[in-house]
């Protein structure tokens, strides 16, 4: 039997005094994908780092791919989980070939500190096309467009062939087409052979389509509900999670948010 590709138990994150996550107990089981969403300041990005070795919690134990954080060498784990994030647009550098940023993603590495194969080179290439960025494969990162970067991201996540995939907000600042067109690759990716468990970070429910089905909210740093899409986005739960008015529609398999307020 393969291990979860994630088990928190009991994870509490404090900084200064303050709560950042609370009790946090979440197992995603291979090629379950997720989607976690929850208000600005909830813990989401925390979270994450906690599951990347980024931060360390508190308290509580993570097991990522079956190997416990403490008893195993997190860099090396580090490179089969990709990550996308807006965040880290700003982090890699600007005056790297789009390509050097897509293959440090080999090494899970800001930059690319050291010679790459041909086979090395070629494969980051490749992995940017598919995703419709040939042409920018030259260009210097800094210049490029915010959804061309998006692309590089994307390609620098997917090098690897990671097992895991953390897409944190990864539409922000994708024009409508562009956006679709990210979520269209993702739901084909999500059907692939070998695919990556994924876990999704929105604050769009749209976002949320139906290869991912199961959805965490989180409110507070503490888990408000699990399960399927179907059963956890609500009106209710939606109120509850924003602390706001709003209600939830249904457009075929789409969901649909309107604030009331
Ligand atoms: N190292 C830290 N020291 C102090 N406070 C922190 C630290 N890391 C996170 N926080 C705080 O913890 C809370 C959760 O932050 P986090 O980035 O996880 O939220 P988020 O759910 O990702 O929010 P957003 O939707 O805005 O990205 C925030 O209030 C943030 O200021
Ligand atoms: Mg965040």
Redesign the pocket.
Known sequence: MTSPVVELEGVCFC??E?Q?LADISWTIEAGAHWALL??????????LKILTGY?WPTFGSVRVLGERFGATDVPRLRKVIGWVSSAMTQRLPAQDAAIDVVASGLDASIGLYRHISDEERDKSTAMLEKLGGASIAGQKYGTLSQGEMQKVLIARALVCEPKLLILD?PCIGLDPAARQHFLNDMAVLAEADHAPTMIFVT?HIEEIDPWIRNVLL?KD?RILATGDPDEVITTRRMNELLDSPCTVFRQGAEFLLRMDG
């Open positions: 900084r200064k303050r950042i929850g208000p600005n300041g909830s813990g989401k990005t925390s979270l931060a907000e604050h989180l740093g």
